[in-house]
């Protein structure tokens, strides 16, 4: 029983120190940060749709509506857990080294290359950028391509959308705004692949690109290392699997909010 007890008590004790870990890691990569601009992205996106399917008396409290689908401490809090139970079992020291060393500058030049995309000019003036630096045979833009492919950014990314596009739909059914069968819904987000998938590519290059262009080369090859190790490689998964689950939740409760909107109904 004494080693039992003991045991037990090694086990408690364990537990803040990989909630700690997270902590740490979640601070490194900005995450709350990132969360406030998907929030950003997320309001003039929910704002598209108001603007598409309400009428404008409906458009009147859609704002309002709007801000408690997107709503920072929940969405981030929602990240925090599926990026803990992604994380499970992943040794974050070399993450850690990393990020709290020479990647802090990686991230802080990716959350201000996503927060200045936000501007439609800006990202018009990326993906001309990028199309520059590609004809003129740029080391930057092979090392944006690795890390692209290296990570799947493009298809998990138009993987992740087409779900979340098919979450807002059963949302928008299930309140009655939408009589489309399953097979019709999906017949629809199918429809929308390709586009998605250049879309994606085109955003992704001119973002990355636009992130890295002050960084060393070498640095920036150090990142692509880190990505193509275990740990990395269990990051990108986490990252995805966090971030997919909140913008799933998050399309599905827009799509009901759309609905209940029509029929003069607030989420």
Known sequence: MRFLAATLTLLVLALPLKAADIDRLMAALQLSATVD???AEGLRYGGD???????????????????RVYEAEAMLSLVRANFTEAMDGVDTAPLLAFFEGQGAEIVTLEIAARRAL??????????????????????????????ISDSDLVERNVSGALNAN????RGLSVEGG?????????????????????QTRDWMQAY??????????????AYIKLYQSPEGRALNNGLFEAFD????????????????QMKGEDL
Request: hydrophobic content about 45%; cysteine-free; overall charge negative.
């Open 245 to 260: 689950a909140m913008y799933e939740k998050l399309s599905y409760q827009l799509g009901r909010a759309v609905a209940l």
């Open 208 to 221: 990355l690109t636009m992130a890295y262009q002050p960084m060393p080369p070498e640095l920036l090859d």
């Open 49 to 67: 749709v108001g603007d598409e399917m309400l009428s404008a008396a409906e458009r009147g409290r859609w704002d309002r509506v709007l801000k």
């Open 37 to 39: 601009i998907m929030r």
């Open 118 to 147: 936000l501007d439609d000019e800006v990202e018009t003036a990326a993906e001309a950028r990028y199309a520059e630096l590609a004809a003129g045979g740029a080391r930057l833009v092979d090392q944006v391509e690795r890390l």
């Open 178 to 198: 939408l009589d489309l069968s399953e097979s019709e819904i999906l017949a629809d987000i199918w429809a929308q692949e390709e586009e998605m998938r250049t």
């Open 166 to 169: 098919l979450d807002f739909y």
